[in-house]
């Protein structure tokens, strides 16, 4: 079973910048993809990003451009580079790991998930 820990939320002025981190243990593999969702108030969780290994990566259009995804396989670690934040970007991140298959979009590939980082963006 894998469990993750997240860090690196808080608050800060629309266009500014946020780093999200997400250390794992137990049971992930390098090759493994690892993903971001968030979930705004009232909203449904939305899908952000994934990436597997280090190269491969998708992104949410409302997020393509100014997000990045990346990882340190040596560290167990994946970040969430925020920039150009906007009030609508507010919500509660969760990472996911261990997916059941390749539709990381879909809340129900993931069978790991972080106990979520609240970033709020004032505007």
């Known amino acids: 079973q894998v469990q993750l820990v997240e860090s690196g939320g808080g608050l800060v002025q629309a266009g500014g910048s946020l780093r999200l981190s997400c250390t794992t243990s137990?049971?992930?593999?390098?090759?493994?993809?690892m993903g971001w969702f968030r979930q705004a108030p009232g909203k449904e969780r939305e899908f952000v990003a994934a990436i597997r290994w280090t190269t491969i990566t998708y992104y949410a259009d409302s997020v393509k451009g100014r997000f990045t995804i990346s990882r340190d396989n040596a560290k167990s670690t994946v970040y969430l580079q925020m920039n150009s934040l906007k009030p609508e970007d507010t919500a509660v991140y969760y990472c996911?790991?261990?997916?059941?298959?390749?539709?990381?979009?879909?809340?129900?590939?993931?069978?790991?998930w972080g106990q979520g980082n609240q970033v709020t963006v004032s505007s």
């Open positions: 996911a790991a261990d997916p059941a298959g390749a539709s990381w979009t879909a809340q129900t590939t993931w069978r790991g």
């Open positions: 137990g049971r992930t593999f390098s090759s493994d993809a």
